[in-house]
C-alpha cells in the first residue's frame, strides 16, 4: 500500500513539472512585411527565443493561399531538413540558420508576382509551449513609362456639356498604378459640370496592370494657354516614385470680340510707287468666321484677311475696313485704319528746255515740284552741285556758263523720293577757239597730221580750213558739242604748209594758225648711211687682206724670202677720178711715193 501510494506520487510530481514547462512560451519575432521586385531574391527571416537549443527546435514554415488555407512548404527538426514537395515554392526555397542563435531565413528566388502571401514561421519543442510569426511578402513591378494623347480636332467653348480633353495610358505596373492629371501645374479633381476624370484598368494575363484615365472639360478661352499632363505614382519597395507625361496644349475655337487692322509694309511713312501690305486679324479662333477688307473711298471690297496693293497713288488714301461675321451667330465687328500715300510732283524748270543768253547777260530759272512733304533742291551741272534751293541765277554769263543744268528734287523724309529735270543753256555770242596746244609742228614728208580745232560759240560757228595760198582744205570730221563745234582735218605733208582754222557766226570770227615744217624721212639717210658703212667695210678688209699677202708695192710681184723684211710694208692705193688723169699713190704707213717708185702691183679704186 506504502508503495502504490510514492509511485502515484511520483507521477503526480512529474505531471505537475510538465504542466509548469507548458506555461512558458516560444517567442517569434518576423518582420511585418518583406519587400521585392519581381525576378529578385526574398530573404524572410525568422527569430525565436527558447530556452532549448536549436537542435531541440521543431520549425516548420508555411504560406496562406488566396483562399485562407495554410500550405506547409518546409520543415526542419534536429535530424531532418525538408521543403514539402508539390508546391509552387518547391524548387526555388532554401533554409538557412544564419549562425545567430534563434535565426533562421527562408530565401525564395525568382520571386514572382503571385508569390505575394502570408508566410508562417512555427517554432515547437517538448518543454514549450509552440510560438508562431507572420510576414507578408510584397512584390513589385516598375511600370513603362506612362503616354498622353490629345484631342486632334479643336473644342468649341460654344459645345454644350463636357467636351474630351486627353487620355493618359501606364501599363506594366505592379502594384497598380495610380494616375493624376495637373493643368499647369494644379492638379484636377471631379468637378461637377467643370471637370470629370475616368480612370479605368486592366489586369493582364502576366498579372500586371494597364492603367489608363480620360480627362473631360468643359473649355473656355482661357484654356487656349493652359498645358495639360499626367503624373504617374507607382509602389517600390521602400517608397513610391513619381514620373510625368511631355505636356500638351488643346486646339479652342472662340469667335472673336475685336478686330484689328494695320499696314504691315511697308514700315514708316508710304510714297507713291511701293507696294502696300495690309493685315486684317481677330482676337478670336474660329473656322465659321468670314473676314473681309473693304475701301471707303472707292467702296472696294477683297476677300481674306490680307490685301497687297501695287503702285500705290495718292488715289489709294483713305480709310480701310476689316470686318469679320461670325457664321454660327451671324454677329459682325469691325476694325478701322488709315491710308495715306505721299506724292512728289514731277520738277518744273522755268523756262523750259533751253535758255539763250547773251555773253554778259544773267541767267534766272527756278524748279519747283508739289509735294505732301517738306522738299529739298539742289542744281547739278556735270555731276557737281551748282547751287542748293529752287532758284538758279548766273551773272555775266560766259561760254562756261553753258551747258545742261539738272535740277533733283528730294523729300528727306523717305530715302529714294525724289524727281529731277534739265535745263540747257546756251551763250550767245562770236566764235572763240580754244587755245590749242601744238601750233608748230614737224612732220616728215610723205606722212599724214592731223589738226583739230574747238571752236565754242552760239550759234553754232561755220569752221573752214583754208592753207597760205588759199587753197581750201576739206575737213575729215565734224561735230557738234555743247557749247559749239569740233572739227578736224588730215594733211598729207609734201613741203612745209601754213592752215588756217577760221570760225564764224553772226556774231563774229575767230582764226588760228598751223604751221607744219616738212623734213626729209629718216628712211633715205639711214639706207645712205648703211651703205656707206658697208663699203668701207668690204674696202678696209681688201686692203688688209692684199697687205698681209704682199701683194701691195712690190714692182715684179715677187719678194725675197730671204731678204729681211721691212719695218716699212707699203700699200699703194691709186684713187682716179672721172675729171683727171691723176694719181695719187698713198702709203699704208704714212710715206707718199712718186708713181716710178712703185714698180709692184697697185689697186685701182675708182669713184
Given at each position: 500500500?506504502?508503495?502504490?501510494?510514492?509511485?502515484?506520487?511520483?507521477?503526480?510530481?512529474?505531471?505537475?513539472?510538465?504542466?509548469?514547462?507548458?506555461?512558458?512560451?516560444?517567442?517569434?519575432?518576423?518582420?511585418?512585411?518583406?519587400?521585392?521586385?519581381?525576378?529578385?531574391?526574398?530573404?524572410?527571416?525568422?527569430?525565436?527565443?527558447?530556452?532549448?537549443?536549436?537542435?531541440?527546435?521543431?520549425?516548420?514554415?508555411?504560406?496562406?493561399?488566396?483562399?485562407?488555407?495554410?500550405?506547409?512548404?518546409?520543415?526542419?527538426?534536429?535530424?531532418?531538413?525538408?521543403?514539402?514537395?508539390?508546391?509552387?515554392?518547391?524548387?526555388?526555397?532554401?533554409?538557412?540558420?544564419?549562425?545567430?542563435?534563434?535565426?533562421?531565413?527562408?530565401?525564395?528566388?525568382?520571386?514572382?508576382?503571385?508569390?505575394?502571401?502570408?508566410?508562417?514561421?512555427?517554432?515547437?519543442?517538448?518543454?514549450?509551449?509552440?510560438?508562431?510569426?507572420?510576414?507578408?511578402?510584397?512584390?513589385?513591378?516598375?511600370?513603362?513609362?506612362?503616354?498622353?494623347?490629345?484631342?486632334?480636332?479643336?473644342?468649341?467653348v460654344n459645345d454644350d456639356g463636357l467636351s474630351p480633353i486627353a487620355s493618359c495610358l501606364v501599363t506594366n505596373g505592379f502594384p497598380k498604378p495610380n494616375i493624376t492629371w495637373y493643368r499647369n501645374h494644379t492638379p484636377l479633381r471631379n468637378i461637377d459640370?467643370?471637370?470629370?476624370?475616368?480612370?479605368?484598368?486592366?489586369?493582364?494575363?502576366?498579372?500586371?496592370?494597364?492603367?489608363?484615365?480620360?480627362?473631360?472639360?468643359?473649355?473656355?478661352?482661357?484654356?487656349?494657354?493652359?498645358?495639360?499632363?499626367?503624373?504617374?505614382?507607382?509602389?517600390?519597395?521602400?517608397?513610391?516614385?513619381?514620373?510625368?507625361?511631355?505636356?500638351?496644349?488643346?486646339?479652342?475655337?472662340?469667335?472673336?470680340?475685336?478686330?484689328?487692322?494695320?499696314?504691315?509694309?511697308?514700315?514708316?511713312?508710304?510714297?507713291?510707287?511701293?507696294?502696300?501690305?495690309?493685315?486684317?486679324?481677330?482676337?478670336?479662333?474660329?473656322?465659321?468666321?468670314?473676314?473681309?477688307i473693304s475701301h471707303n473711298q472707292t467702296g472696294q471690297i477683297w476677300d481674306g484677311k490680307m490685301l497687297e496693293l501695287h503702285n500705290v497713288t495718292r488715289l489709294h488714301n483713305g480709310q480701310y475696313q476689316c470686318g469679320i461675321v461670325e457664321l454660327d451667330t451671324m454677329e459682325e465687328i469691325r476694325g478701322v485704319t488709315s491710308v495715306f500715300v505721299n506724292y512728289l510732283d514731277a520738277a518744273v524748270v522755268m523756262p523750259k528746255d533751253t535758255i539763250l543768253v547773251t555773253q554778259g547777260e544773267e541767267l534766272k530759272a527756278t524748279c519747283n515740284a508739289l509735294s505732301s512733304l517738306q522738299t529739298d533742291t539742289t542744281w547739278f551741272k556735270n555731276g557737281k552741285v551748282v547751287t542748293k534751293g529752287h532758284s538758279l541765277m548766273l551773272k555775266d554769263a560766259t561760254f562756261d556758263t553753258a551747258g545742261t543744268y539738272m535740277c533733283v528734287v528730294t523729300v528727306?523724309?523717305?530715302?529714294?523720293?525724289?524727281?529731277?529735270?534739265?535745263?540747257?543753256?546756251?551763250?550767245?555770242?562770236?566764235?572763240?577757239?580754244?587755245?590749242?596746244?601744238?601750233?608748230?609742228?614737224?612732220?616728215?614728208?610723205?606722212?599724214?597730221?592731223?589738226?583739230?580745232?574747238?571752236?565754242?560759240?552760239?550759234?553754232?560757228?561755220?569752221?573752214?580750213?583754208?592753207?597760205?595760198d588759199g587753197k581750201v582744205i576739206e575737213t575729215a570730221t565734224k561735230e557738234e558739242t555743247e557749247d559749239g563745234v569740233h572739227s578736224v582735218v588730215s594733211i598729207e605733208v609734201t613741203s612745209d604748209i601754213t592752215a588756217f582754222c577760221n570760225a564764224t557766226n553772226e556774231y563774229g570770227t575767230d582764226a588760228v594758225t598751223f604751221a607744219i615744217k616738212a623734213r626729209e624721212g629718216r628712211g633715205v639717210i639711214i639706207a645712205v648711211v648703211i651703205i656707206c658703212i658697208l663699203l668701207l667695210a668690204i674696202l678696209g678688209s681688201t686692203l688688209y687682206f692684199l697687205y698681209k699677202k704682199g701683194k701691195i708695192c712690190g714692182r715684179s710681184g715677187k719678194q725675197d724670202l730671204t731678204k729681211e723684211k721691212s719695218s716699212k710694208d707699203n700699200i699703194v692705193v691709186e684713187m682716179k677720178s672721172d675729171n683727171t688723169e691723176e694719181a695719187v699713190l698713198l702709203e699704208v704707213n704714212g710715206e707718199k711715193r712718186p708713181p716710178s717708185d712703185q714698180g709692184g702691183e697697185y689697186l685701182d679704186v675708182q669713184k
Open positions: 500500500m506504502a508503495v502504490r501510494d510514492a509511485a502515484s506520487l511520483l507521477v503526480g510530481l512529474l505531471i505537475l513539472c510538465h504542466t509548469w514547462g507548458a506555461w512558458a512560451n516560444i517567442e517569434v519575432n518576423m518582420e511585418d512585411r518583406v519587400e521585392v521586385f519581381r525576378g529578385d531574391t526574398a530573404q524572410i527571416a525568422c527569430m525565436f527565443k527558447s530556452s532549448e537549443g536549436i537542435g531541440a527546435m521543431i520549425i516548420q514554415w508555411f504560406y496562406v493561399t488566396w483562399l485562407g488555407e495554410k500550405q506547409r512548404l518546409y520543415y526542419q527538426d534536429s535530424t531532418t531538413k525538408i521543403p514539402e514537395r508539390g508546391t509552387p515554392f518547391t524548387d526555388r526555397i532554401s533554409v538557412n540558420d544564419t549562425g545567430a542563435s534563434g535565426e533562421v531565413v527562408l530565401t525564395i528566388n525568382n520571386v514572382q508576382l503571385a508569390d505575394e502571401l502570408e508566410f508562417i514561421c512555427l517554432v515547437k519543442s517538448l518543454s514549450e509551449a509552440p510560438g508562431e510569426g507572420r510576414t507578408k511578402l510584397k512584390v513589385f513591378e516598375t511600370p513603362e513609362l506612362p503616354t498622353i494623347q490629345g484631342v486632334q480636332t479643336g473644342i468649341s459640370d467643370e471637370v470629370k476624370v475616368n480612370p479605368s484598368s486592366t489586369s493582364e494575363s502576366t498579372g500586371l496592370y494597364t492603367v489608363s484615365s480620360q480627362l473631360n472639360m468643359k473649355v473656355v478661352k482661357a484654356n487656349k494657354d493652359d498645358q495639360f499632363y499626367c503624373e504617374v505614382t507607382y509602389f517600390v519597395p521602400g517608397g513610391i516614385r513619381m514620373t510625368e507625361t511631355n505636356r500638351i496644349n488643346i486646339t479652342v475655337l472662340y469667335p472673336s470680340t475685336e478686330v484689328s487692322i494695320w499696314v504691315d509694309s511697308p514700315k514708316g511713312k508710304i510714297k507713291e510707287g511701293d507696294v502696300v501690305e495690309l493685315h486684317c486679324q481677330g482676337n478670336g479662333n474660329s473656322p465659321t468666321e468670314i473676314m473681309t528727306p523724309e523717305i530715302e529714294g523720293m525724289q524727281t529731277s529735270e534739265v535745263l540747257h543753256v546756251k551763250v550767245q555770242g562770236p566764235p572763240k577757239i580754244m587755245e590749242q596746244e601744238h601750233k608748230d609742228l614737224e612732220e616728215s614728208v610723205g606722212n599724214a597730221v592731223d589738226l583739230s580745232c574747238n571752236v565754242r560759240g552760239f550759234p553754232a560757228p561755220s569752221v573752214t580750213w583754208t592753207t597760205s
